[in-house]
Structures are given as C-alpha cells and as structure tokens.
Nanobody, 112 residues
Framework: VQLVESGGGLVQPGGSLTLSCTAS????????SGWYRQAPGKQRELVAT???????RYGDSVKGRVTVSRENAKNTLYLTMNNVKPEDTAVYYC???????WGQGTQVTVSA
C-alpha cells in the first residue's frame, strides 16, 4: 500500500488549505482512513477519519474547522482546513490504521 500526500505549505492564520492523499494498493472506501498530525515535540494526534459509509470523526482541536472527504473514483482522501491557527502547524499524515499504512507526511506551517 502506498499513500502519497500533497497540498501542504505555508498558510497565513485565518486562511484555508486542502490536503490530498492518493492511495495505491488499497481502496479507501473499504477502510477507516484519515488524517493525523504531529507537531515537534508532541505525539501524533487524530485530525479526522472517514469510514466506508462516509461517517466522519474529528479531533477536538480541529472540530468545526476541518472537513474530511473522499473521492472514490480517484481513490483520494481530502482534508480541508479553514480558519487555520499557528497551533495547526505540524506534519500531516494520511493513513489507513488497520493496514498500518501511512504516507510520508506533508508539512503545514501556519504563520504570518
């Protein structure tokens, strides 16, 4: 299974961005998949997950500001973040935990 994230970068506080993750070797629609992040010196934390029925779950620190979605035809997962804050700065990983499969991560930096 290979997961490839894209879309990270530098964004100003209050701005928005969308991360993408494309999978090969597994279909997102058959698994709970999602986004996690890790900031320097901190443990990896849940951002958002989505299951086969498109039920979603969000971490408390991002609830109300992010949306996770999936495009089955492209086997791609998305994370849209709005009103980003400096504390959102982290490496964001796409993953299928049940398959112990993770992407390489994409850096998101929120700074003026």
């Amino acid at each position: 299974v290979q997961l490839v994230e894209s879309g990270g970068g530098l964004v100003q506080p209050g701005g928005s961005l969308t991360l993408s993750c494309t999978a090969s070797g597994a279909d997102f629609k058959f698994y709970i998949s999602g986004w996690y992040r890790q900031a320097p010196g901190k443990q990896r934390e849940l951002v958002a997950t989505i299951d086969g029925s498109r039920n979603t779950r969000y971490g408390d620190s991002v609830k109300g500001r992010v949306t996770v979605s999936r495009e089955n035809a492209k086997n791609t997962l998305y994370l849209t973040m709005n009103n980003v804050k400096p504390e959102d700065t982290a490496v964001y990983y796409c993953g299928i935990p049940n398959l112990l499969s993770w992407g390489q991560g994409t850096q998101v930096t929120v700074s003026a």
